[in-house]
Each structure stands twice: as structure tokens, then as C-alpha cells.
């Protein structure tokens, strides 16, 4: 199997600091719903954010936030989707 066949999802929550990843065959991109359908279920609402390519800053890359669940997610380097789960308090 190539590598291009493989899509690498990392991701971490924003209170933990050690990622979780998952290689998926097959897929070479994901919408918002099929990430959220792959991770764990946490309670409360989430705010998504996702590593894209981006020299805007001048570092390289941004944290887009990702709302729409139809939305394709950004992939990096070909194959690798990397996203942060942020908890949204409620007050």
C-alpha cells in the first residue's frame, strides 16, 4: 500500500498534551462530521481547529477553525490532518 493511501489524523484535546493519532486506508481527505464520527465522544459542545498550510504569519502554518460539518478538512504535507478539540465552557 503507498503512502498516498494512507491518511494520517492526529489530534489532541486542548486540556491534554499528548496527541492521538489514526491512520485511516483509503481516505485521502475528511469532512468535519466524518472526523467528529471517528474520535471519542467527550460531553458538551467543541470547538474544532485544524493545522493548515499558511505563510500569512510567517509561521508556516495556522489554526483554522472548522464549523461546517460538510467542510473538507485541510491536509498537510499530502496526506496528514492534524486537529486541536477545544471544550466550550458553558457560563
Known amino acids: ?25 483509503g ?16 460531553n458538551g459542545p467543541h470547538t474544532y481547529y485544524f493545522r493548515k498550510e499558511c505563510n500569512e504569519f510567517g ?3 495556522v489554526m483554522e477553525e472548522i464549523c461546517d460539518d460538510n467542510e473538507l478538512l ?4 499530502g496526506n496528514k490532518i492534524y486537529g486541536v478539540i477545544e471544550s466550550v465552557s458553558r457560563h
Open 74 to 77: 485541510p491536509v498537510n504535507e
Open 27 to 42: 481516505y485521502n481527505s475528511l469532512t468535519l462530521i466524518q472526523f467528529k464520527q471517528l474520535i471519542p465522544k467527550r
Open 1 to 25: 500500500m503507498k503512502t498516498s493511501d494512507v491518511l494520517t489524523v492526529g489530534y489532541r484535546y486542548s486540556e491534554e498534551s499528548v496527541p492521538f493519532l489514526k491512520k485511516l486506508h
Open 59 to 61: 509561521t508556516g502554518y
